[in-house]
């Protein structure tokens, strides 16, 4: 015997997939409207990081790019020790220094934010440029030899 096929208000729905997440969108090189600018953020975390470190230095300010100040704030005065990336590193291994911590942190920002500020820029001249254009069939033609009408009536 055939069975005809439940009303549509009776068959029960199968729930839905969980949506898919939007990929994660770039913001390292695209500045078009609606990305984030990383110029913006990086300067802002520079800016923290050097109120940060004044606080660790007992609200003294240096310059933490200065190898020579960065010495003397972490090793003592007339220590001449490296402050390189590396030494920094072993500094924090070590001891678990904050104020190495914020140096590298301070340097590391300050180099992403010298390639932001690049990449900004490149952007920037990209599309200020004009937009090239070509003119074509309207330079006419001097240089043709004679035809035999020409020559007739000469």
Sequence with gaps: KYDPPPPLNKIANPPLPDPVPPPERPTSFYYGKGQTDDV???EFTLERLTKDMI???????????SPKQVSTI???AGSGESTN???????CASTGNAM???ILNYRKAKSELK??????ERWNNHRSRPP???????TPIT?????SATTADA
């Design 40 to 42: 913006a953020r990086l």
């Design 55 to 65: 606080k660790l230095n007992d609200n003294q300010k240096f310059n933490p790019n």
């Design 74 to 76: 972490l090793f003592g």
């Design 85 to 91: 990336k590396d030494a920094l590193e072993a500094l």
């Design 100 to 102: 190495a911590r914020k």
């Design 115 to 120: 390639r932001a500020r690049l990449r900004k």
């Design 132 to 138: 090239t254009t070509t003119t074509t069939g309207t």
């Design 143 to 147: 240089n043709l030899p004679p035809t």
